[in-house]
């Protein structure tokens, strides 16, 4: 079940805000109880038969942070955390990352180990970073109680549950359980409509008219012109950041009509003048979450610290992350080549007092980005390396021709859509700040 599917806007979504609004009007237990039973709905729709899997992972970690809370000595404190840390790895690992592994040790060794073929359960890479900011911040201290019920809605909230954005705890319990929160709010609920609506648009009508075009140049054969391979890949790289900005639209919407703010997870990430910036735009929330708990841990954990050991941490991190995003060499490559960007940056910024132009640090980001998509995309390594050549080797005899790939007028419209809106136009976050100041909803 999709935000975007009918039978969750016209029935699914309709349903549980009468009952959450009206039938539970006067009673936040069963409330409470309504949007967990909501989200394991919303889960179970995917695969029925995965749904357990979340409630394993859902009361492991529970039991898990009440050990770190309840844990007098450091060292047992310490302990537990390390030990659910590796309990959330190794079932991401088994489920996600298992033939991966496999496929690897079959190349090296020469060997012929069975692949396991199991299915991955729906929003686990998510659920994963959401659990360990959690048990991080028990350990830490900055939740000081545990709560079985509260825990459940905290992972299974269904407008955040697949794809995030990435949330802390107390941040969500402190809106779930304001009294702001009891009642309907109106003002709330048009602009939960408006940006739904501003993310159906994204989807239906820019990304999936964008996907026409890339399909047909990543799954080409062909040897592609030039501007083939520019169209094709910048078709992606914009299809990709309304596919995903469309769901986070929809999914701050849907969580508005329930009186929840979600943070901000896109803030025109095109606009960036440098890598650092980027990500500073792009998928803030997994920004945040790699800085707090993975890079600024790692920097703890080493003595004498110089900006030769920040930069291996760096690199390190965004190679993690970006096997995050799948069991594959091209996500790899795809954080290497972020990781090495921010070096770069960082480097520059650091050692030079030389500025570029703004507009020209942002062609060229913008360009570094559109390239890294191509590995992101691409369905081997050697199909991506084809592309590049294929951009950047210009056929002069060849350099415009359009043999290979159909473009319609659809297509050609949301690839101008797309450059006016990440470019030129406000972007979802902005259009919400500014109805939500405006004294037309007053």
């Known amino acids: 079940m999709l935000f975007h599917n009918p039978s969750f806007l016209l029935l699914f979504l309709p349903t549980v805000l009468i009952f959450y609004f009206f039938l539970f009007k006067n009673n936040n237990k069963f409330r409470t109880l309504l949007l967990i039973a909501s989200g394991f709905l919303f889960y179970a729709a995917w695969n029925i038969k995965l749904s357990p899997l979340i409630i394993i992972t859902i009361i492991v970690n529970y039991y898990l942070s009440k050990k770190i809370i309840l844990a007098l000595d450091p060292i047992n404190k310490k302990r537990f955390l ?4 590796c309990f959330n790895i190794l079932f991401l690992f088994f489920f996600k990352y298992a033939d991966f592994f496999i496929s690897n040790l079959n190349f090296i060794f020469n060997s012929d180990l069975k692949m396991l073929n199991l299915p991955f359960p729906l929003a686990l890479s998510f659920v994963t970073f959401q659990s360990i900011a959690y048990l991080v911040d028990c350990y830490e201290g900055s939740i000081l109680e545990t709560n079985l019920k509260k825990y459940f809605l905290f992972i299974i909230f269904f407008p955040q549950l697949i794809a995030g954005p990435i949330v802390r705890y107390n941040y969500m319990m402190d809106q779930f359980y304001s009294d702001k929160n009891f009642s309907i709010n109106y003002r709330n609920i048009t602009i939960g409509f408006i940006i739904i609506a501003i993310g159906l648009i994204k989807k239906i009508l820019i990304a999936d008219n964008l996907s026409i075009i890339s399909e047909q140049v990543f799954n080409s054969d062909a040897n592609l012109s030039s501007l083939e391979g520019w169209i094709g890949s910048l078709s992606f790289t914009f299809q990709i950041y309304f596919d995903f900005s469309a769901y986070i639209d929809m999914a701050t919407g849907i969580a508005l009509l329930f009186n929840i703010n979600l943070p901000q997870n896109f803030n025109s990430p095109y606009k960036a003048t440098g890598i650092i910036d980027f990500w500073q735009r792009w998928h803030i929330t997994l920004t945040f979450f790699l800085t707090n708990y993975l890079y600024n841990p790692l920097l703890k954990s080493l003595k004498n610290l110089t900006f030769f050991k920040s930069m291996v941490c760096t690199f390190l991190v ?22 090495l960007g921010l070096i770069i940056n960082q480097t520059f910024k650091k050692f030079s007092s030389f500025k570029l132009n703004k507009i020209f640090s942002q062609f060229l980001t913008f360009i570094y980005i559109n390239i890294s998509f191509v590995f992101f995309r691409s369905e081997n390594i050697e199909s991506a390396i084809k592309l590049i ?21 659809n297509s050609i419209i949301s690839l101008v859509v797309s450059f006016l809106i990440c470019f030129i136009f406000m972007n979802t976050y902005e259009i919400k700040k ?9």
């Open 82 to 85: 390390i030990l659910s840390i």
């Open 434 to 442: 500014k109805i939500e100041n405006s004294k037309l909803l007053d």
């Open 318 to 339: 965004f190679l993690i992350a970006g096997l995050w995003h799948g069991p594959s060499w091209l996500f790899v490559i795809f954080g290497a080549m972020h990781g």
């Open 389 to 409: 050549k294929q951009i950047f080797l210009l056929d002069f005899k060849n350099i415009i021709s359009l043999n290979n790939i159909s473009l319609s007028t």
